[in-house]
Antibody, heavy 120, light 107 residues
Framework: QVQLQESGSGLVKPSETLSLTCSVS????????WSWIRQPPGKGLEWIAS???????NYNPSLKSRVSLSADTSKNRLSLHLSSVTAADTAKYYC??????????????WGSGTTVTVSS | DIQLTQSPSSLSASVGDRVTITCQAN??????LNWYQQKPGKAPKLLIY???TLETGVPSRFSGSGSGTDFSFTITSVQSADIATYYC?????????FGHGTRLEIK
């Protein structure tokens, strides 16, 4: 059974870079697509990006210029970096497995999320 | 960009009621629509994918329908355990958008 666990910088200063890791257990990260999603306090879900190891990445146009994705297959984990953060980036950040079967695409496994606060 | 309009933004129901949430896309997305449940303080949970397919282990009181631009999500007999916010979500060439959510309360 696949399990995901997010971790990273809980407090980030404005203009700095937010760095998060999603540790995956139960399957190889190179076998699936993965997504990052965030949720500001009291608000809805916002898709950040999706990623396939060794393949393509797709980004929310509103965040694309600031987002960097990477993966470490030796540690079976994914990373998200978001640069030039502002208070608007304060949110709970989730990673999720993105299953794709032809036109079928859905996020079936989610991590529990990690909270990031942007503040000086 | 594909936008999703989800309504209502909140609703209150009694245990045993039937409730329906709608989600409208601003362009044809075929069946590329999923529904998630998010309980307070928890991660979202997939309930329905491909507009109408129930995820394994999800109770049959949950259902989804629709295609093209108009979709709906129904709970046939609301239980107290269903207190949550529900989101629709579309995918189009791996660009993903969520609806703004519907918060379900129990009277």
């Amino acid at each position: 059974q696949v399990q995901l666990q997010e971790s990273g910088s809980g407090l980030v200063k404005p203009s700095e870079t937010l760095s998060l890791t999603c540790s995956v257990s139960g399957d190889s990260i190179s076998s699936f697509y993965w997504s990052w999603i965030r949720q500001p306090p009291g608000k809805g879900l916002e898709w950040i990006a999706s990623f396939f190891y060794g393949g393509s990445s797709n980004y929310n146009p509103s965040l694309k210029s600031r987002v960097s994705l990477s993966a470490d297959t030796s540690k079976n984990r994914l990373s998200l970096h978001l640069s030039s953060v502002t208070a608007a980036d304060t949110a709970k950040y989730y990673c999720a497995r993105l299953l794709r079967f032809g036109e079928l695409t859905y996020m079936d496994v989610w991590g529990s999320g990690t909270t990031v606060t942007v503040s000086s | 960009d594909i936008q999703l309009t989800q309504s209502p933004s909140s609703l209150s129901a009694s245990v045993g009621d039937r409730v329906t949430i709608t989600c409208q896309a601003n362009q044809d997305i075929r069946n590329s629509l999923n529904w998630y449940q998010q309980k307070p303080g928890k991660a979202p949970k997939l309930l329905i994918y491909d507009a109408s397919t129930l995820e394994t282990g999800v109770p049959s009181r949950f259902s989804g329908s629709g295609s093209g631009t108009d979709f709906s999500f129904t709970i046939t007999s609301v239980q107290s355990a269903d207190i949550a916010t529900y989101y629709c979500q579309q995918y189009d060439n791996l660009s993903i958008t969520f609806g703004h959510g519907t918060r379900l309360e129990i009277k």
